[in-house]
Every structure is written in structure tokens, then in C-alpha cells.
């Protein structure tokens, strides 16, 4: 989820639930009058023209105000596949005016907030809930009806929607009416619901893709397989600066620990790396054993800016891990086993070739060309050198002055495959 997260205020959410957007277009986003046929309608044609589930669901709220459902309060909520979020949400209210969309992590599925809460029954077991919240009953039954009947809510209820994997998508409703939802009314929201549940399941599948295509190839190289570059051969030459970093002594690691061991040390590696590096917009294109390739495109970022971004990233990556070596985490091994951890990263600016690779069957959306080989043979240079972070003059030519000036250089170093050798300077 490398999405910003955002301040929540007015609203607040419980722990591991993060807003990742807002929308107050209010009342403006529908017509001033509908009917449930308009609708209906709606949902049948121009709702398909919309890719934005948070302005398709605010929109569609604000239709259902405006022919006169008594709905004041509405929540949705889908499963995904995500290797950091179990979900996505988004809810709105009349009430603020406000239509968010929000995800949770993989922790808020254990926190009592979820699970004292009634959507619990209906997301894991399927169930349809309806909570009196004019009674001390209902008001009673859960933190949050609580809190509704406080709001001046009278009635909430939830019910499934189609299952994803293991759990089912669900949405909620509340009203502030006297008496709640009348029986007929009851069974126009359904019928209404039932069509904006094809909706859902065409952004599910849409959703689910861009999050499989973003974790295996990130989220520059996925946005373009996605938009339909999946023949070998397509892709476009792009200046960069590639980064490349490698851990020390990882073949000795790996003889001395077992594999879990060993896969636990590099998921801690790769977590504080590919942080450093996503969160100074750089994408990372392959983890190779204990390397990772990345590069930082001159076209989106300027030449300045991705060198500078590139610099910045592998500072903050091994300050992230001299933080790690600092406090080992618990999970890990005996630090004795593994301690200190030190790693190379060197940067190089040049030409690469960003696009599909491989065989008829079977491709890789990757970058290849003579800067990244020249990459390889920097960060090579680490060890005997006796530095963690190198780059070549042609990064250092692109750096703004604060960060030029303060690099050592090294001198010129041949690096096999290049004719000339090249000046190294340690950042």
C-alpha cells in the first residue's frame, strides 16, 4: 500500500484502517431530481462509464437521496488480493457530505473494533444484519451502534454481497427515519443493490489485477502491461539512474542458516530497501536472490530529480538498516548468527532499454542495457573499496550542489566491459 495516507478529519477510523482518498462534491455530484427508474437507468448505462469506485459510489448515494431513500449513511466493502491490505471500503454519509475511500491492513481484521462490530457476521459468515437502534437493545449490541444512535441514527443494517475468497463483500446502511426502512422500500434498495453489485465485481477483478500486476512487476511497469504492452519486444529506451544494491556474505549466510531463516533476514532487507526506494519514487523492477534493481526514470522525475532521488533513497535504505542492525527484530534469527547486516548499492545513469523480454510464452517487463550491466559493475565495487553507496560521474554530473559536494572520490576504476575506466565517487 504505497498509497499517501491521509488525515481522516473530520472522521476518524480505528487502528490499521487508512484513508487513501476524499470526495465532497456533495448533492452536486447527481441531478436535483431523480426517480428510482432514473436510477436504475443509471446503473444500466453511463455508472459503466465511470472508473472511479469512490466517485461511482458517491454518486450513486446521492441518486438514491435524491429519489427519496430514506439512506443517510452508507458503507461498501470488498476483499482483495494484496500482499498488505485485506480490504478496501468506502464510505458515505449525508450527514458530512463526505464519501471516502479507505483500506484495511492485516491487522485490523483482529482488532475489536472489527470484531465486536456487526459487519464482523456478515464479512466472515455471510449474514444479514438489521440493528433497532431506537431500542437499548440495539443501541447496546456494539461500540458503533452506540455511537449511531448518538448521531440520531434509528436503524442499520448490513447484508452480503458476493463472496471473495474466504469472506464476502458487504454493504451497510443506516437512516435517520423514524422507524427505520418501510418493508417496500426495503425491496427497492434491494433491487438497486443488486445492479450496483455488477459493478462491484467488474472493479474487484480490475482492482485485483493492478494489485497482482503492481507487487510482481511495481506499479510503473505494471500500469503499462496492464494498458496492453504484453507482446515481446514492446517498450521504449528511457534514460535513468539504475540503483542496484546486494548484501554481503550472503552465500556464507545462506550456508549456515536454514532457508526460513534465511528468507526471514532477506524479507527484512528487501522491506527497508524497496521502502527507501518506492517512497522517492523509484521502481523496482526485479529481487534477484539477494539483489535489487531499480531505477529512477529521467523523463517523469528530471535528470536532477532522479539523481537526487536515487541518493537520497540508498541513504535512507542503509539508514534503515543501520537501524535494523541498531534493533533486530524479534522474528529474525540469533543476531549472532547474522549481525551486523551490510549492504552495497551503486548508481548509475545511462540508457536502458525498459520494456518485455524473454520467450513467445513467457516474459519479463524488465529493464536491459549496457548502464545496467555498468551498474552491476559498480555496486561490484563496494566491497574492495570499502563503502556502501557508489555512483559514477554521470550521476554525480545531475546531483543538485548540496548533495554533489558532498561525495569522495574514489579515482577512476576499469569496470570489465567498459573501455574507458570510469570516476567513482562514494556518496
Not at 229 to 249: C, H, K, P, Q, Y
Request: hydrophobic share 40%.
Amino acid at each position: 500500500m504505497n498509497q499517501a495516507v491521509l488525515d481522516p478529519a473530520p472522521r476518524s477510523y480505528a487502528p490499521h484502517v487508512h484513508l487513501l482518498n476524499r470526495s465532497k462534491r456533495g448533492p452536486s455530484s447527481a441531478p436535483a431530481k431523480q426517480t428510482l427508474g432514473d436510477v436504475h437507468d443509471w446503473l444500466l448505462h453511463d455508472a459503466t462509464k465511470i472508473d472511479n469506485v469512490m466517485l461511482m459510489f458517491e454518486e450513486f448515494m446521492w441518486r438514491c437521496k435524491t429519489a427519496d431513500l430514506g439512506i443517510d449513511r452508507c458503507t461498501l466493502h470488498i476483499g482483495t488480493l494484496h500482499p498488505r491490505v485485506i480490504g478496501f471500503s468506502w464510505f458515505w454519509s449525508s450527514k458530512d457530505e463526505i464519501c471516502d475511500e479507505i483500506a484495511a491492513d492485516s491487522k485490523a481484521i483482529t482488532q475489536e473494533a472489527f470484531t465486536r462490530n456487526p459487519l464482523y457476521k456478515v464479512i466472515m459468515q455471510g449474514e444479514t444484519i438489521k440493528v433497532d437502534l431506537e431500542s437499548e437493545e440495539g443501541r447496546n449490541s456494539a461500540p458503533l451502534m452506540g455511537e449511531l444512535a448518538e448521531q440520531g441514527f434509528t436503524t442499520y443494517a448490513a447484508l452480503p454481497l458476493s463472496a471473495t475468497g474466504q469472506t464476502f463483500n458487504a454493504m451497510t446502511f443506516a437512516t435517520t427515519r423514524s422507524g427505520g426502512f418501510p418493508a417496500d422500500e426495503k425491496e427497492k434498495i434491494r433491487g438497486l443493490i443488486d445492479l450496483l453489485a455488477l459493478h462491484v465485481e467488474r472493479h474487484i477483478v480490475q482492482r485485483i489485477a493492478r494489485n497482482v500486476a503492481d507487487t510482481y512487476l511495481g506499479p510503473i511497469a505494471g500500469r503499462r502491461v496492464l494498458d496492453g504492452e504484453i507482446r515481446r519486444g514492446d517498450g521504449e529506451a528511457i534514460e535513468a539512474v539504475v540503483f542496484m544494491s546486494d548484501m554481503r556474505g550472503f552465500t556464507q549466510l545462506a550456508d549456515r542458516l536454514s532457508g526460513p531463516e534465511v528468507t526471514a533476514i532477506l524479507n527484512a532487507y528487501f522491506d527497508r530497501v524497496s521502502e527507501a526506494v518506492l517512497s522517492h519514487g523509484g521502481d523496482i523492477l526485479k529481487f534477484m536472490g539477494d539483489g535489487i534493481l531499480a531505477v529512477f526514470d529521467q523523463k517523469a522525475m528530471g535528470e536532477t530529480g532522479a539523481a537526487n532521488a536515487a541518493v537520497k533513497a540508498s541513504r535512507a535504505a542503509l539508514n534503515a538498516i543501520d537501524a535494523l542492525n541498531e534493533t533486530p527484530l524479534e522474528e529474525l534469527p540469533d543476531p549472532a548468527l547474522w549481525h551486523p547486516l551490510k549492504i552495497g548499492i551503486g548508481l548509475h545513469r545511462g540508457e536502458v532499454f525498459f520494456g518485455n523480454v524473454g520467450g513467445e510464452e513467457r516474459l519479463d517487463f524488465t529493464v536491459i542495457g549496457r548502464a545496467v550491466n555498468e551498474t552491476s559493475r559498480v555496486e561490484s565495487l563496494c566491497k574492495p573499496l570499502g563503502q556502501e553507496l557508489l555512483l559514477t560521474e554521470p550521476v554525480r554530473a545531475s546531483l543538485s550542489g548540496d548533495l554533489r559536494t558532498d561525495l569522495n572520490e574514489m579515482g577512476e576504476h576499469a569496470l570489465r566491459g567498459v573501455g574507458k575506466p570510469v570516476a567513482i565517487f562514494a556518496a
